[in-house]
């Protein structure tokens, strides 16, 4: 029979004449026993919460892809970012721009990355999205946009783009949009540019082969193509605007009326992890191999985007002015329509 250490305590001094002495040894008895008790109360409550929050976690499915615009996502969940939050974020492959969309509206997809331009057009035809995160920027001391030329092509700048053939990965989109403005700006009619739609990788073959005049191309294509002999006649992004909002995090209006503290979550999360690549960009270029696949020379050289915790408005308002101007959508969307504040 085993014996705790205060009941021997007691029994060492049970024959003990002094009441008093007898009643502070009961007492500290009593002591123990209770300080044991409200200790276990407490470890077995720190497990109740605990268990709690893993049962709390938030299913989400977030669209992404191998490109450096989704990094702040990726980052974010390489951080677990979005864990502390109470989000498990499911991460799917994306395909093509229309597919994406179909995903976010039908609802198996609950936040997906897209341009500010595509974002502005889908509000304009009615399709209810709202941006709810930054992601990606350029500015004039980091452009990592251009339109690439073959290094013995005549063309000095983004006027000479008149009447050629130029690929870009999708027609009415901010390839175009962006490009139009460049030539538009060196005074020349972009009106006369015969687009033709080629996924990066394919223009850049095409290029090579004499197919295409031009190619409006992101990193890492910028640096990859720099290697080829190829040379940037403009950064489309900076001829629009000198701080460039590019591509944003955009989720369905049903879905952040239904759920805006998971809104709320996911934005905070966000936040975190484009802080830390502004802060840190290499933490970006470290983490680039964990979901796309690149060369190792070409991700120590290559130029990253800029990542800004806020949403530069001022830029998404000039791109959806242009839309309207170049006829991509026929009146304006207000920032109000498009981008979403926390309730």
């Known amino acids: 029979m085993s014996v705790d250490a205060d009941t021997i305590l007691i029994r060492s001094h049970a024959s003990s004449t002094n009441p008093q002495l007898n009643q502070g040894l009961i007492m500290q008895s009593l002591s123990l026993r209770l300080h044991v008790l409200v200790r276990g109360l407490l470890a077995g409550l720190a497990m109740a919460l605990s268990t709690s ?188 605007d000198v701080d460039f909002a590019e591509t944003a995090i955009v989720a369905t209006e049903a879905y952040l009326t239904a759920n805006p503290e998971v809104g709320k979550k996911f934005q905070r999360a966000m936040a975190k992890a484009l802080k830390l690549g502004a802060e840190n960009p290499e933490e970006i270029r470290a983490m680039l191999p964990s979901y796309m696949k690149i060369d190792d020379d070409v991700r120590k050289t290559l130029a990253l985007p800029l990542f800004h915790t806020q949403l530069n408005t001022a830029s998404v308002q000039n791109q959806i002015n242009l839309a309207v101007q170049y006829g991509y959508i026929p009146k304006p969307v207000s920032i109000d329509e498009l981008v979403w504040k926390a309730p």
């Open 53 to 240: 929050a893993v049962v709390a976690q938030v299913a989400v499915n977030v669209g992404s892809g191998p490109t450096l615009s989704v990094a702040g996502v990726q980052l974010a969940l390489a951080k677990g970012y979005f864990k502390e939050e109470g989000l498990d974020v499911t991460i799917t492959p994306l395909t093509s721009g229309a597919a994406t969309l179909a995903s976010l509206v039908g609802g198996s997809l609950h936040f997906v990355p897209t341009n500010i331009v595509s974002a502005s057009i889908a509000r304009s035809r009615g399709i209810r999205i709202k941006i709810i995160s930054s992601q990606t920027s350029s500015s004039k001391d980091r452009p990592y946009d251009a339109i690439l030329v073959r290094g013995d092509s005549q063309m000095k700048t983004a006027r000479d783009l008149v009447g050629k053939t130029v690929a870009v990965n999708a027609v009415n989109s901010i390839g175009t949009l962006t490009t139009s403005r460049a030539i538009e700006k060196d005074g020349g009619d972009f009106k006369s540019v015969k687009w033709v739609e080629l996924p990066q990788g394919d223009a850049m073959t095409a290029l090579a082969t004499g197919n295409v005049d031009a190619i409006y191309i992101v990193e890492p294509f910028v640096t990859i193509g720099a290697k080829r002999g190829f040379r940037r006649l403009v950064s489309p992004y900076l001829a629009t």
